[in-house]
């Protein structure tokens, strides 16, 4: 289911990857203990933040805004409550699945019933006129469960980044596809988006040659099919605005 050009270095990390192998490892390790200071201590120091990214990143990207709590970030710790209390302990890596991709979904699913729920309740309850005039609305999925396909990119974008060092175990790969992701990430800036004119400006970015590039790319297309595929499972995909 994007430039100034740097020749030297891609784009800085830190704030974008905050889920982790190591976040999968500290729910596993969660999960394996019984000891009820040791999982506070985890769940505050390695599992809180990569939750709480998740969800801000959920509801803003997808504009679930119609809330019945006072602010959006009364949602997020809602949501993390949810995940916390509810489905932490089913989470399990031995079934080939990603901690990031498993909690989104959970996050992403009961977010679409709950939006929808109380947009439905705002509407018995305000004027119509007060609704038209609003800035925001329940969600860019609609009635029809559709999803734009620039989501998609955005949420691939976001998956690979979190991912970066195990897709790309060597340091240049993860360098190349770095400097992919942030073209991509500022795709609807740039004049020129065929092969040859990105090439060019990976090269540039990055100083490999175009072999190097064309095995990173891909695998990230690979991960992008797998992205679309996913939400393709749940939605009905849209190039329109």
Do not use: W
């Amino acid at each position: 289911m994007s430039q100034p050009v740097k020749k030297k270095r891609g784009r800085k990390k830190a704030s974008s990857n905050y889920f982790t192998a190591d976040t999968d490892k500290a729910i596993v390790a969660y999960n394996n203990s019984t000891d009820p200071v040791f999982r506070a201590k985890i769940f505050t120091d390695q599992i809180y933040y990569p939750f709480y990214k998740l969800v801000e990143n959920i509801i803003h990207t997808f504009k679930f805004y119609y809330t019945d709590v006072d602010t959006i970030e009364d949602l997020k710790h809602e949501l993390i409550s949810l995940l916390l209390e509810e489905k932490i302990h089913y989470f399990d890596p031995t079934r080939g699945a990603k901690a990031y991709s498993y909690f989104g979904t959970i996050v992403k699913r009961h977010l679409i019933v709950y939006n929808k729920q109380n947009y439905k309740m705002l509407q018995q309850k305000a004027p119509t006129d007060g609704l038209e005039e609003r800035e925001v609305y329940p969600t860019d999925i609609e009635e029809d469960q559709t999803i734009h396909l620039s989501q998609i990119f955005d949420i691939f974008i976001e998956e690979c980044t979190n991912n970066l060092e195990e897709l790309f175990p060597k340091e240049q790969d993860r360098k190349i596809a770095d400097a992919i992701l942030v073209l991509f990430a500022k795709r609807k800036t740039l004049e020129l988006f065929n092969k040859k004119a990105l090439y060019i400006l990976i090269r540039e970015m990055t100083g490999v040659e175009t072999l190097n590039i064309t095995k990173v790319v891909n695998i990230l297309k690979e991960e992008f099919y797998n992205v679309y595929y996913h939400y393709s499972a749940d939605y009905r995909i849209t190039s329109k605005d």
